[in-house]
């Protein structure tokens, strides 16, 4: 039977059969198998996730509920950190926003697993971990400490969020692969700068005005999707990248943050302090080079500031 076959059986009732015969395997498998949808919440895991991670899928809990739980009852996988906001926060802004990316990780009382993460552009995760405990340990230390070393030169200092290296990595990385896939969707890319920071700064201090940019990255972060990406550009603006997002779809998202902000008091001395951003949204064109959707988006940006600030403008 011929490659083409086989795929084309996969529709039919054999094909049916296969696709349990798949589940059934990898519900018996040792590996940690679990399936994210573009929420990020687990919709389903086999036994293995299920006992390392103390879960039930039943509950559709949030990747970074499931992190924080663990996290306070030290079980699961090892978190090493004082702040798991801000661990939650560096972790969230990065997670599914590459195709597919493998790490090892360390879970409380099992050892070392190998971890990979599938992302399709919808934006559902594949995870999928198989413990390496037994292998060689010689070059372990010297991996962690190189991926630590690659993370660090990818991350805002400050706010925990991929830097501007990062986002222009990825960036390309996405463009290219759109434009070999021109029909997987609409996509949206912002711009975003905070209102009147320097007066923050000047009039609250550099410490306040480090706890507003802090602030802000962890509001974004916690209300955007998995697939989407975001980071500092530097000082008070930031890119938002909106995969398989409706132009006005990703208005409303905006105007959402832009009302969560009027709720949040950033400034523990200060509760009463309130803050906007203005924003340059703009739909990436099919053929469009990404670094002038990025300009546009800047244009739009200045046209929002010129009208008066605290808007979104396409």
Same mark, same amino acid.
């Given at each position: 039977m011929s490659r083409h076959n086989k795929v084309t059986r996969l529709g039919t009732a054999d094909g049916e059969a296969w696709r349990e015969d798949v589940v059934d395997l990898l519900m018996q498998s040792p590996d940690l198998v679990a399936l994210y949808d573009g929420d990020d919440r687990l919709q389903a895991a086999n036994p293995a996730y299920r006992d390392a991670y103390h879960c039930d899928p039943a509950e559709h809990l949030c990747w970074r509920e499931i992190m924080r739980v663990n996290f306070e009852h030290k079980r699961g996988p090892i978190i090493e950190t004082g702040d798991?906001?801000?661990?939650?926060?560096?972790?969230?802004?990065?997670?599914?926003?590459?195709?597919?990316?493998?790490?090892?990780?360390?879970?409380?009382?099992?050892?070392?697993?190998?971890?990979?993460?599938?992302?399709?552009?919808?934006?559902?995760?594949?995870?999928?971990?198989?413990?390496?405990?037994?292998?060689?340990?010689?070059?372990? #230390?010297? *991996? !962690? $400490?190189?991926?630590?070393?690659?993370?660090?030169?990818?991350? &805002?200092?400050? /706010?925990?969020?991929?830097?501007?290296?990062?986002? #222009?990595? *990825? !960036? $390309?990385?996405?463009?290219?692969?759109?434009?070999?896939?021109? &029909?997987?969707? /609409?996509?949206?890319?912002?711009?975003?700068?905070?209102?009147?920071?320097?007066?923050?700064?000047?009039?609250?201090?550099?410490?306040?005005? &480090?706890?507003?940019?802090?602030?802000?990255?962890?509001?974004?972060?916690?209300?955007?999707?998995?697939?989407?990406l975001f980071g500092r550009i530097g000082g008070e603006e930031f890119l938002v990248l909106m995969p398989n997002c409706p132009l006005e779809v990703a208005r409303e998202r905006l105007g959402s943050l832009q009302q969560k902000l009027d709720q949040s008091g950033p400034i523990a001395d200060h509760p009463s302090f309130r803050y906007s951003f203005s924003a340059g949204l703009v739909r990436i064109d099919p053929d469009e080079d990404i670094h002038n959707a990025i300009r546009r988006a800047d244009k739009c940006l200045y046209d929002a500031k010129a009208a008066g600030r605290a808007r979104v403008n396409e």
């Open positions: 798991i906001d801000g661990w939650l926060t560096i972790a969230m802004a990065r997670r599914g926003t590459v195709p597919y990316r493998s790490f090892e990780a360390g879970l409380y009382g099992r050892g070392w697993i190998w971890i990979t993460e599938t992302v399709c552009p919808e934006g559902r995760m594949l995870f999928r971990a198989t413990d390496i405990s037994g292998l060689r340990t010689e070059g372990r #230390m010297l *991996r !962690l $400490e190189r991926d630590a070393a690659r993370r660090e030169s990818w991350t &805002d200092a400050l /706010t925990g969020v991929p830097n501007r290296r990062y986002l #222009m990595a *990825r !960036l $390309e990385e996405w463009h290219q692969k759109q434009c070999a896939h021109p &029909d997987l969707g /609409t996509h949206c890319l912002a711009v975003v700068d905070l209102d009147h920071f320097k007066q923050v700064n000047d009039r609250y201090g550099h410490s306040c005005g &480090d706890a507003v940019l802090i602030s802000f990255c962890r509001d974004v972060v916690g209300g955007i999707r998995s697939q989407d």
